[in-house]
Each structure stands twice: as structure tokens, then as C-alpha cells.
């Protein structure tokens, strides 16, 4: 799936990363907000990277998808360095990002945004089948426009037309952003159950605890660092001091 990519000399290694950064150093114009930045997301894993606003979260989440081209180091799909692919190649290889705010038409009816989700090649019927399927509430409300839903059926829509590419990674960035404690823990059972179907999962929240209970892995950033990596146990434990400025690098 991913073989459309730049082709390396040598074939990739069966065991590497879906997703890797490497010493990456990126930003806006002259000033870096990531510096050195690694992090790998393995086949079938959910990372949670988890910081404050500010920290470099949503940069890190734009240089995986090819909205911003690292200053320095490199970005890799399945071992292939795709560093400085356009986000559209790397969308058509299997790379989704859900944006921060969620990135639907609102004035569009969620049928026509779904009807959005078949450039890949997938048929609307097939794009329908497995969005219902997942948010039946959509179904329900297929005629209406995208604006008029519900901060969380909005971002059940954003997640169902990014599945029905058929994505290899899902990049997802504050799934939790302006909802409520209810709607938050629906939506987390929604990606607990994506998670378990072996799609690999980088999401990017502030300090958010639902997050944890789906986590394989979780990584504190802190003002363009990664800081800390460990399971979710383990960085459950250092977020308060993270959140306070007490982490060290």
C-alpha cells in the first residue's frame, strides 16, 4: 500500500515503524518549534502524545502528513523516507490527519461529506456501509448539514470519512477539543474499537485521561521536545508536574 512512495535503494525492513520521525527539526519560516523530535508508531500500536498548548504537538502531527517538510531530518513510512512528499501522496499511501476542529464542510450535508472520502478510489456505497456501520447515529442524520450537528456527531463524522479511506495511519489531533466529559468518553470507545481492528493510531491531546485507557504507548512533549515515553501507567503518573513545567529534559 505504501510502495508508491520514493523508492529506496534497499528494500524497507520488514519490522519497521509505520510512522517514524526522526531528528526531525521543523517550524514556521526561520523559527523551529520542533527540535529533534523521534518517535515511532509500530503496526497495530495507539501512541498518545500528550503536552500543553505550545508544546509542538500539532507541528509534530503536520510533519507527518506532509503539511510542513522537516528543516532537518527525516520522515519515514514502513522504513521508506518520505521527507518532502506533498500531504496529497502521502493521503493517497495511507496517511489520514483529522485536524484540529475537525475539518468538515459545514455547509455540505454529511452525505456529501462523505462522498469526499471516495478520491481514493473507494465506491460511496462502500464509504457509506462502513460509516454507518460504526456511527449509526449518522445515518440518522445523513440529510443534514454538517454545520448543524453536534460538536461530537461533527467529529464522528470527521472519524467516519477518515476510516473509509481505508488509511494505513490515522493521525487524529485533539479529539477532546470544546466537549463535553460524556461525549469524550463515547468518542474514545469509538477509537478503542478502531484500535482493535489493527489500524496504527497517533493522537495528539492535551491532558486528557480517556486517552490513556486506549494507549499503547504515551510520550510527554514539552516545548518541542518529547521528554518522556513509557505506557500509559507511566506517564499517567508525570502529567500533573508535565502540565506544571516540572518535567525535566
Do not use: W
Not at 460504526?134 to 445523513?142: A, I, N, V
Request: proline fraction near 6%; include cysteine; charge should be negative.
Amino acid at each position: 500500500m505504501l510502495a508508491a512512495g520514493p523508492q529506496p535503494a534497499d528494500p524497507a525492513p520488514a519490522d519497521a515503524p509505520v510512522l517514524e520521525l526522526s531528528s526531525v527539526r521543523a517550524g514556521y519560516g526561520r523559527i523551529d518549534v520542533l527540535h529533534g523530535v523521534d518517535l515511532q508508531l509500530s503496526a497495530g500500536e495507539v501512541y498518545a502524545l500528550l503536552g500543553p498548548n505550545g508544546a509542538g504537538k500539532s507541528t509534530t502531527l503536520a510533519v507527518a502528513s506532509g503539511q510542513i517538510t522537516p528543516s532537518s531530518g527525516s520522515l519515514l513510512l514502513c522504513g521508506r523516507d518520505v521527507t518532502g512528499v506533498t500531504p496529497d501522496a502521502l493521503a493517497r499511501i495511507g496517511v489520514c490527519l483529522i485536524p484540529e476542529g475537525r475539518g468538515i464542510f459545514p455547509n455540505l450535508t454529511v452525505t456529501e461529506n462523505l462522498r469526499m472520502a471516495t478520491f481514493t478510489g473507494t465506491s460511496f456505497s462502500d464509504v457509506q456501509d462502513t460509516v454507518f456501520a460504526q456511527f449509526p447515529r449518522l445515518r440518522e442524520r445523513r440529510r443534514q448539514t454538517a454545520g448543524t450537528l453536534s460538536g461530537g456527531e461533527q467529529q464522528m463524522l470527521a472519524m467516519g470519512r477518515a476510516l473509509a479511506t481505508n488509511p494505513a495511519v490515522l493521525l487524529i489531533d485533539e479529539l477532546s477539543m470544546g466537549l463535553a466529559p460524556l461525549i469524550v468518553d463515547e468518542l474514545y470507545d469509538h477509537v478503542r474499537r478502531i484500535a482493535a481492528s489493527g489500524l496504527s493510531i497517533l493522537i495528539v491531546e492535551q491532558f486528557v485521561h480517556e486517552i490513556l485507557g486506549v494507549a499503547d504507548r504515551a510520550g510527554i512533549m514539552l516545548h518541542g521536545h518529547i521528554v518522556e515515553t513509557g505506557t500509559p501507567t507511566q506517564i499517567a503518573d508525570d502529567l500533573t508536574s508535565a502540565y506544571l513545567g516540572r518535567t525535566h529534559h
